[in-house]
């Protein structure tokens, strides 16, 4: 079994930086890719970045490209997200999600194991 547990939330004001942290415990995959996605109030869950076993290959969604900056530290099995120059619209509950597939992808029915959520608020 996987256990994914976030951190790293919180209120920032709108310019601000949020660092997110997902540690990984139990069974890892290998080649897998982990992703962080954001549920917003009244909005459907959408993918905002992942990252694969290796850290040589991301992908994030256009609203975040050049803002946000996902990365994985082996040593300490856990993924970021750095979030800078964050706006009142990044407002969500972020989750960290995990599946074992040899590719990437964007949708999140296809990952297996997710992380209870982190609540970031950006205040304008």
């Known amino acids: 079994q996987v256990q994914l547990i976030e951190s790293g939330g919180g209120l920032v004001q709108a310019g601000g930086s949020l660092r997110l942290s997902c540690a990984a415990s139990?069974?890892?995959?290998?080649?897998?890719?982990m992703g962080w996605f954001l549920h917003a109030p009244g909005k459907e869950r959408e993918f905002v970045a992942s990252i694969n076993w290796s850290g040589d290959s991301t992908d994030y969604v256009d609203s975040v490209k050049g803002r946000f900056t996902i990365s994985r530290d082996h040593a300490e099995n856990t993924v970021y997200l750095q979030m800078n120059s964050l706006k009142p619209e990044d407002t969500a509950v972020y989750y960290c999600?995990?599946?074992?597939?040899?590719?990437?992808?964007?949708?999140?029915?296809?990952?297996?194991?997710w992380g209870q959520g982190t609540q970031v608020t950006v205040s304008s």
């Open positions: 139990g069974r890892t995959f290998r080649p897998g890719f």
């Open positions: 999600a995990l599946h074992s597939r040899p590719y990437r992808t964007r949708l999140s029915t296809l990952y297996e194991y």
